[in-house]
């Protein structure tokens, strides 16, 4: 089993939508979630980071974590064509860190 | 403000031949990563450093070495390429949490 799963979609949402995208786990241990966007061609980019459960909002950006099913969100709100990219999911427990494969969005004006 | 810099951006070698890929950061962190990133395998960690003279092994460090001689450096060495090795390399540093990582370095292996 996989430390973190998340469904490599593609993901395909007209421009304006809310997207929800979703990764589990299966490490309890895990204290820190992250959630990196990462454009063709370029570097993953850090868009949200949270320390255990809760909810941040950022933007048009909101990061759920739920410890006890073991289960983190990213809702976006109102999408654009500008957050067309694949989202990775991360978490860590002290300096060790582990990601997702990464959900491919497309927004379509 | 240049955070995490890798060098160089794209490189095509032949099979056997050795080559360095250089990371340097500029936010003073302790910890240092490298990461190869394939399709549908996400990323995955070959070795990482948890300050200046110490390195350890990572997910898949089999045909790599590395050194991290000063704070801000940290150095991926092939030693004799292979075609399994073509990948996306990514470099990461940290002061705890999160990850901020560098653009990467395309290399193809022939």
């Known amino acids: 089993q996989k430390e973190v799963e998340q469904d490599p979609g593609p993901l395909s949402v007209p421009e304006g939508a809310i997207v929800s995208l979703n990764c589990t786990y299966s490490n309890s241990a895990f204290q820190y979630f992250m959630w990196y966007r990462q454009y063709s061609r370029k570097g993953p980019e850090l868009l949200m980071y949270?320390?255990?459960?809760g909810n941040k909002e950022d933007g048009r950006f909101t990061a759920q974590v739920d410890k006890s099913s073991k289960y983190i969100s990213l809702f976006i709100r109102d999408s654009q064509p500008s957050d067309s990219a694949t989202y990775l999911c991360a978490m860590s427990a002290g300096n060790q860190f582990y990601f997702g494969t990464g959900t491919s969005l497309t927004v379509i004006p | 403000n240049a955070g995490v810099t890798q060098t160089p951006k794209f490189r095509v070698l032949k099979t056997g031949q050795s080559m360095t890929l250089l990371c340097a950061q500029d936010?003073?962190?302790?910890?240092m990563y490298w990461y190869r990133q394939d399709p549908g395998m996400g990323l995955r960690l070959i070795h990482y450093?948890?300050?200046?003279?110490?390195?350890a092994k990572g997910e898949v460090p089999d045909g790599y070495n590395v050194s991290r001689l000063k704070k801000q450096n940290f150095l991926l060495g092939l030693e004799s390429a292979a075609p399994s090795q073509t990948s996306v390399y990514f470099c990461?540093?940290?002061?705890?949490?999160?990850?901020?990582f560098g653009d990467g370095t395309r290399l193809s292996i022939l």
């Open positions: 936010m003073n962190h302790e910890y």
């Open positions: 990461a540093s940290s002061s705890g949490q999160p990850q901020h």
């Open positions: 450093s948890v300050g200046e003279g110490t390195t």
């Open positions: 949270t320390y255990s459960s």
